[in-house]
């Protein structure tokens, strides 16, 4: 009875740890397989938010000099010349867009592979970056908007390559006029929320790249 006893022990045993050295196998290659996943994913991340971030530098600069002339629009009077005004009204009314690429982002999130990346900072901060990003452009689109209304209302009342002073007497009046003072005032309020929250949006783009940067390193040389 002991003999057949030890004989079923043994089997049960030999069976057991052939079950578990399979799961313990199977557990292994599947976190090879999902740090395999996760180090594509980081560098997928990392490209991605190195390009929007020479998008982002390329249309903040664009936004940075229509700021710092708004001062000079708001001074304006009829002894300044045609030339120096038109120069100016150029640099408002150029509207420049950020259009970013999201589509590692918004794809990780959506299939929940994100839950892969182990690194919680850069977890939350990926997550959080199409909220941000959303914040930023809204106000693009607005700034937008009021440059679309005042093309509209130039190409109405503005002479572009005037020919003559009278012509140009014609755009320095609209230049000073309180219609399109009040349309640049209307550009400057969405503007402003651009020039406050680019250089924050810029430190999370930055600060991202290189916790992924670091986190790649740290699972390279595991």
């Known amino acids: 009875m002991k003999k057949y006893l030890l004989k079923y022990a043994l089997e049960f045993l030999v069976i057991f740890l052939g079950i578990s050295l399979s799961f313990f196998v199977n557990k292994w290659n599947e976190s090879i397989k999902n740090e395999e996943l996760e180090i594509k994913y980081l560098k997928s991340l990392k490209e991605e938010y190195e390009s929007n971030l020479i998008l982002f530098d390329e249309s903040f600069s664009h936004h940075t000099p229509r700021w710092s002339n708004l001062d000079v629009f ?43 990346i182990r690194n919680d900072d850069i977890k939350k901060l ?27 209302y130039l190409t109405e009342h503005y002479v572009y390559n005037p020919r003559n002073e009278k012509e140009k007497k014609q755009c320095v009046d609209l230049i000073l006029s309180t219609p399109f003072r009040n349309k640049i005032y209307d550009m400057q309020l969405w503007l402003e929320s651009i020039i406050l929250e680019g250089p924050i949006l810029r430190e999370n783009f930055v600060r991202l790249i290189e916790l992924i940067e670091n986190e790649i390193l740290v699972r390279t040389d595991d």
């Open 74 to 116: 708001y001074n304006f009077s009829n002894k300044n010349s045609f030339k120096e005004m038109d120069s100016i009204v150029n640099i408002l009314t150029l509207n420049w867009s950020f259009n970013p690429n999201l589509g590692a982002t918004n794809s990780l999130i959506a299939s929940g592979y994100i839950e892969l």
């Open 126 to 152: 990926v997550s959080r970056m199409p909220f941000l990003i959303d914040d930023y452009t809204e106000e693009e689109k607005r700034t937008e908007l009021v440059c679309v209304e005042m093309g509209y």
